[in-house]
Structure formats: structure tokens, C-alpha cells
T-cell receptor, first 113, second 115 residues
């Protein structure tokens, strides 16, 4: 099976712009979670989607949003980018049950100038 | 709130020597515990996980971890380290209302392997 794929792998934006990141889960996985990784804050949970519904959300401002499509692919959007949004954004997928393992993609490296 | 502590930011081990990475967690219920490894520029790869049952769990690449409820610990061990093990290691606890809908990570331990 193909693993979790994320596009693009690298992205450079300027402050005030918005960005959309994409994640394609492993075939058959219905749950997609997003995490932000920064040197200062480490790995932090953003949100989880399951069957096109947001099921859980972390402590991030409303500028961070996401959605999931009927084929389980997910996108996350960050509006009005700030310098502090520079990070590695990781997507993880799992089948969807409460004890399923999360499998991570390679991440999208976002740099905000 | 759930939390994970990895007290060692960096560890240097000689190739062939044994390794132990420490992890302590705080969680009100029975925890779901994980160890992930991240190589530079890569995502996270699952090494092993603990849900219940045998407190000594075996993972990939020769790693094992032991769950100790009395010490709230889930330390990762390897009897003989290889140069390719150099990476960053993250301990995580699964948290959420029903199972582990989200992972709470520790700050990571960077492993350096000397020749």
C-alpha cells in the first residue's frame, strides 16, 4: 500500500498570505489528523477529520482550518500567515477506530517570510 | 491534561553500546503509549506501541519498551545501537474522549551515535 502523501513538500509564503496544504491518506483510512512541528513548541495537534467531519481540535487560532473530502483526502488552510506559522506540517492517517495506529506522511515544510 | 516528558534532549552513544531513552507520562486513565522516530527531513515512523497486556513490547529495528505503571514510564531500549539509529525519538501518549484521537508528544530526544 502506498503511504501517506503530502503536497507540496516545501512552500515559501510571505506574511499575510494564505496557504493550503494537501494530504492523501493510506487507502482505506478514514481518519486524517494534522500536526504542527516547530523547534520551540515541538509537535502539536491541530485537528482530526473523520468521514468529512472534524472530530477533535487542538488549541490553535481560527486562522487554521481544515476539511476532508469524500475520498478521505484532507486539506488544511492557514489564512493571514504570520512568521510564527513557519513549521513542518505533518499529516497522519488511520483507519478510524479508537485504537488504530496513526501513520505519518513526510510533511510539508512551510516557510513564512 | 495529558503530558509527556522526555528528560534527555540529546544522548550520545557509541556504536554497539546499549541505549535507553526515558519517557514519563501523565494521563488519568490507562494510557496508549507510542514511540516514533524521525530522521532529518522525514515524517514520523512508528517504532512500537503499548495498549494493554504484556508490559514489555517489541518493536521494529530491534527496539523494545517497557511500560511501568507505578513509575508512569515507558522507556525505550535497544541492546546494540547502529549508526543508522541516529535520529530524533519521540514518545507520545494517545489522548481523547474515545481512545486516542490525538497524540500528545514529548519534546523528543536526539540520539547521536559515535563510531
Amino acid at each position: 500500500k502506498a503511504g501517506v502523501t503530502q503536497t507540496p513538500r516545501y512552500l515559501i509564503k510571505t506574511r499575510g498570505q494564505q496557504v493550503t496544504l494537501s494530504c492523501s491518506p493510506i487507502s482505506g483510512h478514514r481518519s486524517v489528523s494534522w500536526y504542527q512541528q516547530t523547534p520551540g513548541q515541538g509537535l502539536q495537534f491541530l485537528f482530526e477529520y473523520f468521514s468529512e467531519t472534524q472530530r477533535n481540535k487542538g488549541n490553535f487560532p481560527g486562522r487554521f482550518s481544515g476539511r476532508q473530502f469524500s475520498n478521505s483526502r484532507s486539506e488544511m488552510n492557514v489564512s493571514t500567515l504570520e512568521l510564527g506559522d513557519s513549521a513542518l506540517y505533518l499529516c497522519a492517517s488511520r483507519v478510524g477506530g479508537p485504537t488504530d495506529t496513526q501513520y505519518f506522511g513526510p510533511g510539508t515544510r512551510l516557510t513564512v517570510l | 491534561a495529558q503530558s509527556v516528558t522526555q528528560p534527555d534532549i540529546h544522548i550520545t552513544v557509541s556504536e554497539g553500546a546499549s541505549l535507553e531513552l526515558r519517557c514519563n507520562y501523565s494521563y488519568g486513565a490507562t494510557p496508549y503509549l507510542f514511540w516514533y522516530v524521525q530522521s532529518p527531513g522525514q515524517g514520523l515512523q512508528l517504532l512500537l506501541k503499548y495498549f494493554s497486556g504484556d508490559t514489555l513490547v517489541q518493536g521494529i529495528k530491534g527496539f523494545e519498551a517497557e511500560f511501568k505503571r507505578s513509575q508512569s514510564s515507558f522507556n525505550l531500549r535497544k541492546p546494540s545501537v547502529h549508526w543508522s539509529d541516529a535520529a530524533e525519538y519521540f514518545c507520545a501518549v494517545g489522548a481523547g474522549d474515545t481512545g486516542f484521537q490525538k497524540l500528545v508528544f514529548g519534546t523528543g530526544t536526539r540520539l547521536l551515535v559515535s563510531p
